[in-house]
C-alpha cells in the first residue's frame, strides 16, 4: 500500500525556519497538503495543492515539492506553532493516505 | 459556514458493529464536487485515512479496512454514516469526519485529481472494550 514518510520529530527555536519533509513515490502526480493538529483538536488545513495557503492561515506558511518530496516550510516558527503536523496525499485509485506524522517543539 | 458533527456510541464491545452518524451543515451532497470522508486517530498516533463518499454516491474505502466499513449518505437529512464491523481493541480511536473537496491539475504532464478534507468535524471518541 502507498505510504507517505515524515521524520517524528523536527525542534527549532522561536524564529527560526522549520521544514518539515514528506516523501512519497506518487508525490509528483498527486497533491501534497499539510494538516496542524494541536493537542485536543481537530486537524486544520495550513497548506493544500502543494503550495496554497488558507485564508487565516499565518504567512509563514509555505509549501514546496521536488520530484518525490513535499515540505512543509515556517519562516520565523512561533510558540504558537508547537504541534503535530501531516502531509496528506492521494494514491492512485484516489484513497487518501496521512503521513505518520511530525511533532513540532518551538522552544 | 461549513460544520460538521459525529454521533454515535462511546464504548462498543469487541465483535459488535460500530454505527457512527455525521451530521453537516453549510454544503450539500447533491452538488457536484462535495463528498465527506472518514479518518480515525487512536490515542497518541497517527491520522488513518478510512473512507469517502462523493456527491454522486462515489464511495472509496482503506484498503486494508474494506471488507469491515461501509458507508452512506443521506442527502435529504444532510447526514453520513460510517459502519465499522467487528470491532476490536485495536479500533479504539477518535473518529472524525470531514468535508471532502476536489484537487484538480495538470501535475508533470499528467491529469491529476485529489480529495482532501476541509474542515473536520470536533470528533469522537470510540473505545473498545468488554
Known amino acids: 500500500s502507498y505510504e507517505l514518510t515524515q521524520p517524528p520529530s523536527v525542534s527549532v527555536s522561536p524564529g527560526q525556519t522549520a521544514r518539515i519533509a514528506c516523501s512519497g513515490d506518487a508525490l509528483p502526480k498527486k497533491y501534497a497538503y499539510w494538516y496542524q493538529q494541536k493537542s485536543g483538536q481537530a486537524p486544520v488545513v495550513v497548506i493544500y495543492e502543494d503550495n496554497k495557503r488558507p485564508s487565516g492561515i499565518p504567512e509563514r506558511f509555505s509549501g514546496s515539492g521536488s520530484g518525490t518530496t513535499a515540505t512543509l516550510t515556517i519562516t520565523g516558527a512561533q510558540v504558537e506553532d508547537e504541534g503535530d503536523y501531516y502531509c496528506?496525499?492521494?494514491?492512485?485509485?484516489?484513497?487518501?493516505?496521512f503521513g505518520g506524522g511530525t511533532k513540532l517543539t518551538v522552544l | 459556514q461549513i460544520t460538521l458533527k459525529e454521533s454515535g456510541p462511546t464504548l462498543v464491545k469487541p465483535t459488535q458493529t460500530l454505527t457512527l452518524t455525521c451530521a453537516f451543515s453549510g454544503f450539500s451532497l447533491n452538488i457536484s464536487g462535495g463528498g465527506v470522508g472518514w479518518i480515525r486517530q487512536p490515542p497518541g498516533k497517527a491520522l488513518e485515512w478510512l473512507a469517502l463518499?462523493?456527491?454522486?454516491?462515489?464511495?472509496r474505502y482503506s484498503p486494508s479496512l474494506r471488507n469491515r466499513l461501509t458507508i452512506t449518505k443521506d442527502t435529504s437529512k444532510n447526514q453520513v454514516v460510517l459502519s465499522m464491523t467487528n470491532m476490536d481493541p485495536l479500533d479504539t480511536a477518535t473518529y472524525y469526519c470531514?468535508?471532502?473537496?476536489?484537487?484538480?491539475?495538470?501535475?508533470?504532464?499528467?491529469?491529476?485529481?485529489?480529495?482532501?478534507?476541509?474542515?473536520w468535524g470536533q470528533g469522537t471518541l470510540v473505545t473498545v472494550s468488554s
Open positions: 470531514a468535508h471532502s473537496l476536489e484537487s484538480r491539475g495538470i501535475l508533470t504532464g499528467y491529469y491529476s485529481t485529489s480529495n482532501w478534507f476541509d474542515p
Open positions: 496528506y496525499s492521494t494514491d492512485s485509485s484516489g484513497k487518501g493516505v
Open positions: 463518499i462523493s456527491w454522486d454516491d462515489d464511495k
